[in-house]
């Protein structure tokens, strides 16, 4: 197989991995938005949701019904409730109601209700994702009634086969630490160690130069003969490292004096001479890692010098080793590094590909066995590889760390509501 017919073959499986767990995922999710009625108790059988005029979801028993919504238009998400007998009001003093929130995960909110001027009030926020199993009691003259149901957004079931074929791979939310950067800008120049310039040993007439500007010559090669003045002997002139000849200053015919003939540069290795502002001096150290970007290549380095210069906080620089055997590095060209300056700790982070934008929030996806969901995060700091978590996430939960933008495409896709 050809390189073109490799390329193109890659291509198709992985267009076919793609909607391979697209349409398997949205197949579920098209099963769980539509699936979301509840489950009478005593006939044991789904239902279609049915709504009431606060657009919250009726849950009847004979001709006892409650309407239950989530409230959230311009405040944090709170339950109320209402209800009726035989389509008449009751006073939200004369019954009461509690509600039990089974979330993915293990995790289960309780919901005590008090009554207000014309409905029942949830004690707390109904925290996001709204993604959870039901179970709704209400008590009305001593009589009890109970229902439970699904109410599931921003979840997804996914084969182990699926996940494993589209890469989806989870890690464990953990403690860890995060890197303090410095962005620092400089210019790549020659290590001077580097830097031959080619000179007569006694003064006389340039016979014969064998190399151009841009040439690349070997350490002890002959670029040049010269004919001395006394002796009109001709003697060679070798290159004294091996590099590219970068100038050319005299020309066969001419005489070698004291100036040099040419100067030879070698590329191997190149200097990258970053300019440290006062608040850099502090906090630039010699040993120091760094990461050097140009373009799409990115080469981690250390800090092996710093030039407080003299006395002057703007002329100070620290500088950079890079290696330049693949010439990949131009000299004279301005460069930007991030310069690790020191180390922070923090209880919970996570790695920066698995967060997603959805909706209004920036999430995760947790994973129970084969079933995936959105978790809203507070975000802290950030080193660009990790962040730090401040809400939305526990430690130990296992969360999706590598294409998760497939589980987000197919949710997309799939319309899923925020209708409660």
Do not use: C
């Amino acid at each position: 197989m050809n390189m073109t017919s490799s390329l193109k073959y890659f291509f198709l499986l992985s267009l076919a991995l793609v909607v391979s767990i697209s349409t398997a995922l949205l197949s579920h999710s098209v099963a769980a938005e539509t699936s979301s009625g509840y489950e009478d108790e005593h006939e044991g059988h789904a239902e279609e949701v049915r709504k009431g005029p606060h657009r919250g979801r009726l849950l009847a028993k004979g001709d006892f019904e409650v309407e239950l919504a989530i409230f959230e238009k311009g405040m944090p998400p709170e339950y109320r409730a209402w209800a009726t007998v035989g389509g008449e009001i009751i006073a939200p003093a004369d019954w009461s109601l509690s509600v039990t929130l089974m979330r993915l995960g293990g995790k289960v909110d309780d919901f005590s209700f008090s009554a207000r001027e014309d409905y029942l009030l949830g004690a707390g926020v109904v925290e996001e994702p709204h993604s959870f199993d039901v179970a709704v009691e209400a008590v009305y003259q001593g009589q009890k009634y109970a229902w439970s149901f699904p109410s599931h957004e921003g979840r997804l079931e996914i084969s182990t086969e699926i996940a494993e074929k589209a890469g989806v791979r989870s890690d464990v939310a953990r403690a860890g630490s995060m890197k303090q950067m410095s962005h620092l800008y400089g210019r790549l120049i020659a290590d001077p160690q580097n830097i031959s310039l080619v000179q007569a040993r006694f003064p006389g007439l340039i016979r014969k130069i064998n190399v151009s500007v841009g040439d690349e010559v070997k350490a002890g090669q002959v670029v040049a003969e010269v004919e001395a003045n006394e002796s009109l002997k001709r003697y060679p002139l070798r290159a004294p490292i091996s590099g590219t000849v970068t100038q050319r200053f005299l020309n066969p015919g001419e005489l070698a004096a004291e100036g040099p003939l040419m100067t030879i540069v070698n590329h191997q290795q190149v200097w990258l001479e970053l300019n440290l502002f006062p608040a850099d001096v502090r906090r630039v150290k010699v040993g120091q890692a760094v990461e050097v970007k140009l373009g799409d290549t990115l080469v981690a380095g250390k800090i092996d010098h710093v030039n407080l210069g003299s006395g002057s906080a703007l002329a100070a620089t620290a500088r950079v080793v890079l290696d330049n055997k693949e010439q990949r590095w131009p000299l004279g060209l301005m460069v930007g590094a991030d310069v690790v300056v020191g180390v922070v700790n923090a209880p919970l982070v996570v790695a920066n590909s698995a967060l997603q934008n959805f909706r209004d929030w920036t999430v995760a996806f947790i994973q129970v066995g084969n079933t995936y969901e959105i978790r809203p995060l507070t975000l802290g700091r950030t080193d660009g590889e990790v962040t730090e978590v401040l809400e939305g996430l526990n430690l130990g939960d296992r969360y999706v760390v590598e294409n998760s933008y497939l589980l987000k495409a197919d949710l997309e896709k799939s319309g899923a509501s925020h209708d409660h």
